[in-house]
């Protein structure tokens, strides 16, 4: 069974940083991406910063390049980075993994259970 389990999340003033991990487990490492997506209140889901394991490609929203790096620290393991948060940013954020993209958005086969973020003004 797969898991996905997220930390870091937390309450900061616009401007400050936070880094989100998260750990995988009974996950079998392949090809597919993994990466981060958000839920605002009252918004959609979207997608926020997507990696290919082993060096691959990248791909962040437009909302947040230049502020968020997504990294990969071993095969179980992806971060991100959260720079210069702005009160947009409050979300619930998931980890996912085993994605595909496909019409032009990442689909995820797997999720985990989401952390909260808080950015105040």
């Known amino acids: 069974q797969v898991q996905l389990v997220e930390s870091g999340g937390g309450s900061v003033q616009a401007g400050g940083s936070l880094r989100l991990s998260c750990v995988t487990s009974?996950?079998?490492?392949?090809?597919?991406?993994m990466g981060w997506f958000r839920q605002a209140p009252g918004k959609e889901r979207e997608e926020v910063a997507v990696l290919y394991p082993g060096g691959g490609s990248t791909y962040y929203a437009d909302s947040v390049k230049g502020r968020f790096t997504i990294s990969q620290g071993n095969a179980t393991t992806v971060y991100l980075q959260m720079n210069s948060l702005k009160p947009e940013d409050t979300a619930v954020y998931y980890c996912?993994?085993?994605?595909?993209?496909?019409?032009?958005?990442?689909?995820?086969?797997?999720w985990g259970q989401g952390t909260q973020v808080t950015v105040s003004s």
């Open positions: 996912v993994a085993d994605c595909e993209a496909r019409g032009g958005r990442f689909h995820p086969s797997s």
């Open positions: 009974g996950y079998t490492y392949s090809s597919n991406c």
